[in-house]
């Protein structure tokens, strides 16, 4: 059946084609859509009116304030870097990334031990 058009008029006895009763039942839904919408009553303005006002004002004080939290104190206002000959030692953290600048890779800013 390659190449051959099945119309509906060999089985009703019309002589409309598939497409044209598609495009018929899309413009009848569409028609239809509207005519509803546009007769169909709001259901906006019967809903029951608020008789009270809620203060809104105090919505946000339901969770206590988190403390600020206090950064220690130190005498030095920064910790100088140390250049190291060799490997970083474990638990220290470089000034500098390697990738960056390979020239300072050995400088050591903090050390957990």
Known sequence: MSGTTVRVSDVTG???SLKQIAAACL???LIAGAVTA???E???GYGPASA???NRATKTDRLPLAPVAQSPR??????PAVRLEGRVPVGCDRAFSPVADPSRANFV?????
Request: glycine share 8%.
């Open 52 to 54: 009270y006002s809620v």
């Open 109 to 113: 800013r903090h050390c957990l031990t």
């Open 38 to 40: 546009l007769t169909s």
């Open 14 to 16: 019309a002589g409309f």
């Open 27 to 29: 413009v009848a839904g």
């Open 42 to 44: 709001s259901v906006a």
């Open 74 to 79: 130190s005498n030095a206002t920064s910790t």
